[in-house]
């Protein structure tokens, strides 16, 4: 089980309210936990990762067990606390606008 | 008895306002998608409960919503904008080359006749239609590719196409205008294109009568007359009588010709609306007053409209989609501002009235009549 924590405009167009919680096959990565994000929720397709590309978006960023995960590869292992649901996998809207 | 619902895009979410045929009491919905850019909020003329939303944000990109009830309940439905082949390049502000980049929907028109279809015009500029209810959506190709496509550049804005007309007696032509690109049409159903920018002059690019590379800023038609258009240029105001293929200036008497809105009444096809705007440095009105300007005439002769309209201290802007008309007897005409204010005049611009006065920045007004 893996717990993902979804920004709040997100979470508004998921229609969820708190973590989201998916079961994700074989290894636990950013692809892995994004491509069952996206099958469960499919509005999010596009807004946290280019359609065509699979980049994240500018913008938003990737946290876990109190480290940025944004600049990792997206088939890197997450954190095995992810990967056993201890920890959330953070999708964050960055800080910017003032 | 008739109602009219004004369909208001904003910076920060979109808003429903009804009223009965008097126009005077406003019911205020909203906000609807709130956070989110509302670039354009429009309902389909075949069938007006349902309606197309563009919603966006730098964060998370490009979403569509519709409704098909009316605004009651929405659904996101495809947001995937892919151009056609290999996109290419068009011109950056320093004149260099730049591959087009999908940013966001600005204009969404639905179909006269059928309420799955509807186009959207984006940035970076080109034209999509969806014939599934904006389920999927392809892109027409030809108006990129119709060869004057390397050397669009994007104006203060962005690259966007944010105007689409659609002919009511020809399903095959349409009309789209790109900043800073300019004006467009195709008679075979977005196959082909072909510019229509004979006798606009724009004294800041090189040629000031080139085929392409005018800035544009919106264009409107009375449905009765789809061979007259008429044109808020970045500055001037001009008109065609052809299509589009050769255009007359008719700023006339107006302060300034700069501007962005552009409107037609709805039963008097040479009374047209615009905004006069100071100039493309200073975007709020002259002398910081808020007027309409009417012709009567088709442009040339301009009158102020100033009624309930502030006339001292208004440093706001009109935005190029955020001026409409109902279509009752006597013609409503409806505009936003960027600072929040949405006002309406029940008697085709003589006296104006603030519909509300706090919302975020108005970037597009659309008005359904419903019976």
């Known amino acids: 089980m893996i717990r993902v924590v979804l920004p709040a405009h997100l979470r508004t167009l998921a229609h969820v309210k708190g973590d989201v919680v998916l079961e994700v096959d074989g290894e636990v990565t950013q692809r892995s936990v994004l491509d069952a994000l996206e099958a469960s929720y499919p509005m999010l397709r596009g807004t946290i ?26 088939d890197t292992p997450l954190p095995e606390a992810v990967a056993t649901g201890a920890e959330p996998f953070f999708v964050i809207g960055a800080i910017a606008g003032g | 008895m008739s109602e009219v619902r004004v369909l208001v895009g904003t910076r920060k979410g979109a808003f429903v306002l009804t009223s009965d045929a008097k126009r005077e009491q406003w019911d ?12 354009h909020f429009k309902g389909s003329p075949a069938d ?8 966006s944000t730098g964060w998370f990109g490009q979403l569509i919503q519709r409704s098909n009830d009316g605004g009651k309940t929405w659904e996101p439905m495809g947001n995937q904008f892919k151009y ?40 970076d500029a080109a034209l999509f239609r969806s014939n599934d209810g904006a389920q999927t959506w392809q892109e027409l ?45 195709t008679d075979d159903g977005g ?3 072909r510019p229509i920018n004979r006798g606009l002059k724009s004294q800041y690019i090189p040629d000031p009568d080139a085929e392409v590379g005018h800035c544009v800023h919106h264009i409107a038609m009375h449905p009765s007359r789809p061979n007259t258009l008429f044109m808020q240029k970045h500055w001037d105001v001009m008109r ?8 007359q200036e008719v700023s006339g008497n107006l302060p300034t010709d700069f501007g962005f809105a552009i409107d037609v009444h709805a039963h008097e096809p040479e009374t047209i609306y615009v905004v006069p705007i100071k100039s493309d440095s200073e ?51 409806y505009f936003g501002t960027t600072g929040g204010q949405v006002y309406a005049s029940a008697n085709a611009g003589e006296n104006w009235a603030p519909i509300v006065r706090d919302l975020p920045a108005v970037l597009s007004v659309e008005v359904q009549t419903l019976p």
Request: hydrophobic share 30%; glycine share 10%.
């Open chain 2, 240 to 247: 065609s009588d052809d299509s589009g293929d050769s255009w």
């Open chain 2, 28 to 39: 205020v919905s909203g906000p609807h998608f709130a956070g989110w850019e509302i670039y």
């Open chain 2, 283 to 333: 975007h709020f009105p002259p002398d910081g007053k808020l007027r309409v300007f009417r012709s009567r005439t088709g442009g040339n002769e301009w009158e102020p409209l100033t009624k309930g309209l502030p006339q001292s201290d208004c440093y706001v802007n009109v935005l190029r989609d955020a001026m409409a008309v109902d279509s009752l007897d006597s013609c409503g005409i």
């Open chain 2, 141 to 185: 190709a030809g108006l990129r590719g119709h060869g004057s496509g390397p050397r669009w550049q994007p104006g203060a804005g962005g690259m966007c196409l944010h105007t689409i007309i659609l002919d009511p007696d020809n399903p095959q032509r349409i009309f789209i205008a790109i900043s800073a690109a300019g004006a467009f049409r």
């Open chain 2, 84 to 123: 056609d082949g290999v996109p290419g390049t068009h011109q950056w502000y320093d004149g260099t080359p730049h591959p087009w980049e999908f940013k966001r929907v600005w204009h969404l028109e639905p179909s006269l006749t059928d309420p799955d279809t509807v186009y959207a015009g984006v940035e």
């Open chain 2, 191 to 193: 196959e082909t294109w």
């Open chain 2, 48 to 55: 007006p409960s349902r309606l197309y939303v563009s919603q």
């Open chain 1, 49 to 74: 990762r280019d359609h065509d590309t699979q980049q994240r978006r500018g913008f938003v960023r990737f946290f876990a067990c109190e480290q940025d995960l944004s600049h990792e590869s997206p």
